[in-house]
């Protein structure tokens, strides 16, 4: 009890989360021209409807204005040039009703944020904030909603240097605090520490327990299959497709997963398989975001096919699956994993006659069935060739104990009776440890591969 009152201590209302009323926004992106920070893969208009879907996900959050302003450096102290940044203020005061602006990097400064708030007005968001409270608003679970409380410190950190410096300018100088010893800012980061700490002991309880259905999901032997891909690619909508789950409700929009959730399915051969649905990623996703969410990806690690799906309509569908590599590179996958990866090119009813231009790429159309069975047998082979499971015939007397066996420890695909010989051909998939058992225990048996 002392441990539940202590969680929901650590759940409670977010100090960063915007009020709960609607917000009229001004969409602002920094066109970079030319550098190393230009990317290729991309263009301003993309960039900037992106940032649109992030905000049209968020309940009562409207886009008032898109705005696209050349800069050369977006890493400077008000991100714009001097004249650019009077013309975008000019833009910006002029717009009816704005609440607040969203600056389109991937994370401003607390120095950078206070400057461009007084100058505009209003609250400036960037990415990191947006995606945060997109996953505030998605977090179901105690896990998910912990882990976006875990990726709240930096900006809570960030926030308290800010408010200090203020302080510092109205006061002249940080106080101890009533005879303490310490000043202000030791106190707020002490505070911000033990809160850390909380979150981190709470999480690693989860992972903890989640180990332990991962051991027991081994004993049974259910190969488990990682569906991953970028934000909105249509990983639930396949899952269900694979599993003909009814639960399961895509929603059309980023991020609706953060928690990894698994369905069961059969392959060809009727071997049951565990599809893992996974968090989307996200071009820009702020590295503080990828680390908090470590807890949920490590269950990726541990499973025996990754599925990489791709929305092949979007037109920046080259740079997310670089996005999607970079980061499941980062996660420090085996390289079995990595190179056995299935890569899925969904939503081809979108486009006519099409053929992926990736060799071994499988073209699908999850919302409509196309190429479902194509995918299915893919996975098997795969599966197969991972877990190093076999599928075989044996050739069994009926009046011994070898079907009640192989039904208890192998999956039973036919069973041939020949009824003038009291025999039968059973043809199943077995793991190499169940199929050792087998030849220990009835050593006599046929056994066709």
């Not at 050349?70 to 009816?96: A, D, M, R, S, W």
């Not at 709470?202 to 259910?222: D, I, N, T």
């Not at 969410?293 to 025996?304: G, K, M």
Request: aromatic fraction near 6%.
């Amino acid at each position: 009890e002392e441990d539940e009152a202590a969680l929901e201590e650590l759940l409670g209302q977010s100090p960063l989360a915007p009020g709960p009323g609607a917000q009229r926004v001004a969409i602002v992106h920094p066109a970079v021209k030319w550098g190393p920070q230009k990317s290729p893969l991309t263009t301003a208009e993309l960039q900037i409807a992106e940032a649109v879907a992030l905000v049209d996900t968020l309940q009562n959050w409207t886009v008032l204005d898109k705005i696209i302003i050349p800069t050369k450096n977006p890493n400077k102290k008000f991100v714009f040039g001097k004249g650019n940044f009077q013309v975008l203020t000019e833009k910006i005061k002029k717009l009816p009703h704005v609440t607040a602006v969203f600056l389109n990097v991937e994370r401003i400064s607390s120095l950078t944020k206070k400057e461009l708030e007084g100058a505009w007005g209003v609250p400036v968001f960037d990415r990191y904030t947006v995606v945060l409270h997109i996953f505030r608003c998605n977090a179901r679970t105690k896990e998910a909603k912990l882990q976006v409380a875990l990726a709240e410190i930096p900006l809570l950190r960030s926030n308290l240097k800010n408010e200090l410096s203020q302080r510092d300018q109205q006061r002249g100088g940080s106080r101890y605090i009533m005879g303490s010893g310490e000043t202000f800012l030791e106190t707020q980061n002490r505070v911000l520490k033990e809160r850390e700490l909380k979150i981190r002991n709470a999480l690693e309880k989860l992972r903890r327990k989640r180990a332990l259905l991962r051991v027991q999901r081994r004993k049974c032997e259910f190969p488990m299959v990682s569906v991953m891909g970028y934000t909105n690619c249509g990983k639930t909508t396949l899952i269900k497709a694979l599993t003909g789950e009814a639960g399961l409700q895509p929603r059309d929009q980023l991020f609706a997963t953060l928690d990894i959730t698994a369905h069961a399915g059969f392959l060809p051969s009727h071997m049951a398989v565990i599809y893992v649905d996974t968090i989307g990623f996200l071009t820009d996703l702020p590295h503080n975001l990828v680390e908090s969410f470590s807890a949920t990806l490590e269950e990726v690690a541990y499973s025996d096919l990754i599925v990489h799906v791709r929305d092949i309509t979007h037109p920046e569908t080259i740079l997310q699956k670089a996005t999607v590599l970079s980061v499941l590179r980062n996660l420090n996958l085996p390289s079995h994993l990595l190179d056995s990866m299935v890569e899925v090119h969904n939503k081809v009813d979108l486009i006519e006659r099409y053929k992926p231009a990736e060799e071994n790429a499988l073209a699908v159309s999850a919302l409509h069935g196309h190429g479902l069975e194509e995918l299915k047998q893919e996975i098997e082979k795969k599966i197969l060739t991972a877990t190093g499971k076999k599928i075989l015939t044996v050739n069994i007397n009926l009046e011994g104990p070898q079907l009640s066996w192989l039904y208890k420890e192998a999956t039973v695909q036919e069973v041939e009776v020949m009824p003038e010989d009291g025999r039968a051909r059973v043809k199943v998939i077995i793991g190499s440890s169940a199929f050792g058992r087998y030849k220990n225990l009835f050593p006599n048996s046929k056994i066709f591969m």
